[in-house]
């Protein structure tokens, strides 16, 4: 991984923390392949039902917000980093890696405790350095289970599987029956921040869709 270059700025926890103050639970930062979100939406509102507040840029980046300050933020002050992999996160560059790179700092600073959690959303590539850690694979039997309970949840309250598949089901057919904005764009490796948090979110923001169409 590159060493992340954000532009300087000046951050507090309570900055982030004030943006969430709706909700409750543990601050959990979800990094993620944007080709994975239908997935990762439907996670993001379990973990919200559960108990503990999610964090997901396409939802909880304020418009106007300077979107490299608040993720920075947001790392800083989570209790625990999630990051999700599949084969659509084996090539992924930008921010992807940024994001890991700067949870790996903090996991560095931690004694002891857990922090960065590798869930696996299909089987993959593990890259190094997260395969020194203990991953999850989500779509087992217990795995929902094991990753509530990474994240200090009673397995008790672990919801089945088959739940968890339902709801990112409901999460496809959404994503599928919203409108397209065609964009026509270069996509070398410099524009593919400037797509996925540029245009790809003020899309999503109004509840439409686009799609790479050189990945298909």
């Known amino acids: 991984y590159n ?7 000046s951050w507090k926890r309570s900055d982030i923390l004030s943006q969430i103050d709706a909700k409750h639970g543990p601050l959990v930062f979800l990094n993620y392949s944007v080709e994975d979100r239908p997935v990762v939406d439907a996670i993001y509102r379990r973990l919200q039902a559960a108990g503990f507040c999610p964090w997901m840029d396409v939802h909880d980046i304020r418009t106007g917000r300077p979107w490299d300050v608040d993720i920075r933020a947001a790392i800083g002050a989570a209790a625990y980093f999630i990051v999700f992999l ?9 921010y992807f890696q940024k994001e890991i790179r700067l949870a790996l ?12 959690i590798p869930v696996l ?14 991953f999850v694979n989500l779509f087992v039997t217990d795995g929902w289970q094991r ?3 990474a994240l200090g949840k009673p397995p008790s309250s672990a919801e089945a599987l088959e739940t968890i598949k339902q709801s990112v089901a409901a999460e496809e057919r959404r994503e599928r029956s919203r409108k397209h904005v065609f964009v026509a764009m270069p996509f070398t490796n410099e524009m593919e921040d400037i797509y996925y948090y540029g245009i790809q979110r ?3 923001a109004n509840d439409l869709a686009c799609e790479r169409v050189d990945q298909d």
């Open 3 to 9: 060493t992340p270059q954000f532009r300087p700025c």
């Open 86 to 94: 599949s084969k659509n996160t084996v090539t992924r560059r930008g």
């Open 105 to 116: 700092d903090v996991l560095n600073d931690l004694a002891f405790g857990t922090f960065l």
């Open 121 to 134: 959303l299909e089987q993959c590539e593990v890259p190094a350095p997260l395969n020194k850690l203990q």
């Open 147 to 149: 990753l509530l309970q």
């Open 202 to 204: 003020s899309v999503d």
